[in-house]
């Protein structure tokens, strides 16, 4: 790699940085004026129900500006981007843009990103799904497939070079 290269590296990562921290600062104000941290957001969150995320305590260490403290802990990387936390509040704040935000920063101050995120856009790369089609048991034990139970294949991408590159293009710019 050449001087030039690492030098224009360094200044887009120093753009990147620049960028979300404005993002963050943003959200940060938002918080501060609608969050009264009534919870809903929490009770309805996915990854809470199995993995102890806390959307509202997210909101509020945002509040606080409490940036460095989540960037370095694995517990946002929990998040499944359902978007349930912003469909449930009812003042219309999106701890889940601010998830998005910290899984950039986090990335951007060296952290690697998790194995299942770089499994789902292989995935997402190859067959056009996060993950394969499965299949289940039912109650008494039998295997069941989609065609057993009347279910159509799950929809894929048409056309999978232009959904390659939305994906490369969305991959460069955010986790
Ligand atoms: S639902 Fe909205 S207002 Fe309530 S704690 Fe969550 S972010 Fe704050
Ligand atoms: S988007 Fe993330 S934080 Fe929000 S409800 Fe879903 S898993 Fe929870």
Sequence with gaps: MSIMDL?????????????????LRKLSLEAAEKCY?????????????????????I?????????????????????????KCYERCPQKVAPVNILFALKN?????GKDVPGNYTAMLQSAMTIGL??????????????RTRDS???????????????????MGTAVEKV
């Design 7 to 23: 030098t224009s590296m360094a200044e887009a990562q120093k753009a990147d940085r620049q960028e979300l921290e404005e993002r």
């Design 37 to 57: 941290q009534c919870g809903k957001c929490t009770s309805g969150c996915e990854a809470h129900k199995l993995l102890e995320l806390e959307p509202h305590r």
């Design 59 to 83: 909101v509020a260490l945002t509040k606080a500006g409490l940036f460095s403290e989540m960037t370095s802990s694995d517990l946002i990387w929990t998040c499944v981007s359902c978007f």
């Design 105 to 109: 920063l986090s990335v951007l101050n």
């Design 130 to 143: 996060v993950q394969d089609v499965q299949e289940t048991v039912d109650r008494k034990g039998a295997v």
């Design 149 to 167: 139970l009347g279910l159509p294949p799950p929809p894929r991408p048409k056309d999978m070079e232009h959904f390659m590159a939305a994906i």
